[in-house]
């Protein structure tokens, strides 16, 4: 008897193709599974964390004066005339020492504002003008505020150049670095270890300490008008700098 041999014929003639077509899916699929499932990086060994501290205090260089008046009355635009003419007056007298860098000078805060009197009693306007001198050359600006009549001092206070700040920035940062080494190599040598990597390190500066305002009331004697300078004395000022971080302990 002759053999017969029936042919798969439609959909089903491509069984085979299609099975090798799943099977390389499912190869593709386990491998972009095991592709993504890293394996948990080891725990850092023999690492130490630390910081060091450092600053130094720097004279201070430049004088800062704040000078104010006020109004007050009815009429709005009668204190406010009163209070421009008062800064005019001021403006020009300081004006003729202006130099920059040794006396700057610059407007501050001009406002003006109802005040509601108690019981139903008349609207008054009451207003503020300010007048900023600062600068390296306090003789001048001593000297300025007490030709400066139609005005009275109101704060008083010394502060770091920008010059001298980057300068005691840079100066208090090797220190901060010097000691975040030193304290390293110590402690590793604490632990047994005669060598340090550095791992990571952040430094930073923590900016100079600002001086407590010295502020004066109405009846303060030195907001009184004087032909005396201003007494002023230059103090000191803080800068600091942190090192953070940590080191391969070898």
Not at 75 to 84: E, G, I, K, R
Request: charged share 20%.
């Amino acid at each position: 008897m002759n053999p017969r041999f029936s042919i798969l014929k439609g959909p089903s003639a491509h069984l085979p193709s299609r099975r090798k077509q799943w099977a390389a899916l499912a190869l593709s699929l386990a491998s972009w599974c095991a592709w993504g499932q890293t394996a948990p990086a080891a725990a850092p060994k023999d690492v130490l964390s630390l910081s060091a501290t450092a600053s130094v205090d720097v004279t201070s260089d430049v004088l800062n004066v704040a000078l104010s008046t006020t109004r007050e009355g009815a009429d709005a635009a009668a204190v406010q005339s009163q209070l421009a003419q008062a800064l005019d007056a001021a403006l020009a007298e300081a004006r003729q020492v202006a130099v920059p860098g040794q006396v700057d000078v610059s407007t501050g805060n001009f406002a003006l504002y109802p005040r509601y009197m108690p019981n139903g009693g008349a609207l008054q306007w009451q207003g503020s003008a300010e007048l900023q001198v600062s600068g390296r050359d306090t003789k001048a600006i001593s000297q300025l505020v007490s030709r400066i009549r139609s005005l009275s001092v109101a704060r008083v206070f010394y502060s770091l150049s920008r010059e001298a700040r980057e300068k005691a920035e840079v100066e208090v940062s090797a220190m901060a670095i010097k000691r975040f080494r030193d304290k390293a190599l110590a402690y590793a040598s604490q632990f047994g270890f005669t060598a340090i990597e550095l791992r990571e390190v952040q430094v930073g500066s923590d900016g100079p300490s600002p001086q407590p305002v010295m502020r004066m009331s109405a009846a303060s004697p030195m907001a009184a008008k004087s032909a005396d300078a201003l007494p002023v004395e230059a103090g000191k000022i803080t800068v600091g700098a942190t090192v953070n971080g940590s080191v391969q302990m070898k």
